[in-house]
């Protein structure tokens, strides 16, 4: 208001001074259409800057050297060790947000005082790995893991495991195709297991975790070795491998039994 009345006051004063002589009524029209071609000038230079300059999908957020691109978020997977403890995820998550990065979905691996906790976010083209890596870090994660993800594995684990058994009862797909897809993992071999080696009564050797391989007993005799580069198989992810393994076991049991009866 103080603004206003200053400026009316200010108009009217000028307006009073000039406004008796043809002269001053002059003036204040070549004022006018100045400051209306000033302003015209104005807002024509704003727009065209507005135009050429690349929309930021962090407001306020600066990055230096960075251009921002036209093309939508990316996927990414991004495994971290946490303190298994009240709170552990909230800086982790709120420095997920203060980078605009929109959790999808979370994946939680219990082990023993740490949990290892995969998210599947939506992260916005100006941002990388190293960006990702950063957030970890300065949140205290610990082994950050971070890769492209594809919009399949954003379906929860238990749909897509009975997703894999129902395409192991009919028959549509393989054990070995079922364990890549459930653990990640990058390579399935079926080895025959060594003479002297420990059986588990399946015809296999014993069920085995180590680090990023893990061992199986296979239908038929022999042995599931999975195997992933650079990431650790949690006991989580042992857990749901051996359980399907079971399934594809039993399958070819009752398959074994129904060939024996039919002869």
């Given at each position: 208001m103080g603004t206003l009345l200053f400026a009316a006051g200010a108009a009217h004063l000028l307006v009073v001074s000039l406004g008796h002589s043809d002269s001053g009524v002059r003036t204040l029209i070549v004022l006018g259409v100045v400051l209306l071609?000033?302003?015209?000038?104005?807002?024509w230079r704003r727009h065209r800057r507005s135009r050429r300059r690349p929309p930021s999908p962090l407001p306020g957020t600066a990055f230096p050297g960075r251009s921002a691109s036209p093309v939508e978020d990316r996927l990414w997977s991004v495994r971290v060790?946490?303190?298994?403890?009240?709170?552990?995820?909230?800086?982790?998550?709120?420095r997920f947000a203060a980078l605009g990065v929109d959790i999808r979905l979370m994946q939680v691996h219990p082990d023993g005082t740490d949990a290892v906790d995969e998210f599947f976010v939506s992260v916005p083209p100006v941002l990388d790995e190293a960006d990702l890596r950063r957030a970890v870090r300065d949140a205290g994660g610990r082994h950050a893991v971070v890769r492209t993800a594809d919009v399949h594995e954003l379906s929860d684990t238990t749909s897509r495991t009975l997703a894999m058994v129902d395409a192991l009862v009919t028959g549509a797909t393989?054990?070995?195709?079922?364990?890549?897809?459930?653990?990640?993992?990058?390579?399935?071999?079926?080895?025959?297991?060594?003479?002297?080696?420990?059986?588990?009564?399946?015809?296999?050797?014993?069920?085995?975790?180590?680090g990023t391989a893990m061992a199986l007993p296979a239908p038929g005799g022999g042995v599931l070795a999975v195997h992933r580069a650079g990431v650790p198989f949690t006991p989580v992810e042992f857990a749901r491998c051996r359980a399907l393994a079971q399934v594809a076991r039993s399958l070819e049991e009752r398959s074994l039994e129904g060939r024996s009866y039919d002869r």
């Amino acid at each position: 208001m103080g603004t206003l009345l200053f400026a009316a006051g200010a108009a009217h004063l000028l307006v009073v001074s000039l406004g008796h002589s043809d002269s001053g009524v002059r003036t204040l029209i070549v004022l006018g259409v100045v400051l209306l071609v000033f302003s015209a000038l104005h807002r024509w230079r704003r727009h065209r800057r507005s135009r050429r300059r690349p929309p930021s999908p962090l407001p306020g957020t600066a990055f230096p050297g960075r251009s921002a691109s036209p093309v939508e978020d990316r996927l990414w997977s991004v495994r971290v060790t946490v303190a298994d403890v009240p709170g552990g995820l909230a800086a982790l998550t709120g420095r997920f947000a203060a980078l605009g990065v929109d959790i999808r979905l979370m994946q939680v691996h219990p082990d023993g005082t740490d949990a290892v906790d995969e998210f599947f976010v939506s992260v916005p083209p100006v941002l990388d790995e190293a960006d990702l890596r950063r957030a970890v870090r300065d949140a205290g994660g610990r082994h950050a893991v971070v890769r492209t993800a594809d919009v399949h594995e954003l379906s929860d684990t238990t749909s897509r495991t009975l997703a894999m058994v129902d395409a192991l009862v009919t028959g549509a797909t393989t054990l070995e195709r079922c364990l890549l897809a459930l653990a990640a993992a990058h390579d399935v071999r079926r080895v025959e297991v060594p003479e002297g080696v420990g059986g588990d009564g399946h015809g296999g050797a014993r069920e085995e975790l180590s680090g990023t391989a893990m061992a199986l007993p296979a239908p038929g005799g022999g042995v599931l070795a999975v195997h992933r580069a650079g990431v650790p198989f949690t006991p989580v992810e042992f857990a749901r491998c051996r359980a399907l393994a079971q399934v594809a076991r039993s399958l070819e049991e009752r398959s074994l039994e129904g060939r024996s009866y039919d002869r």
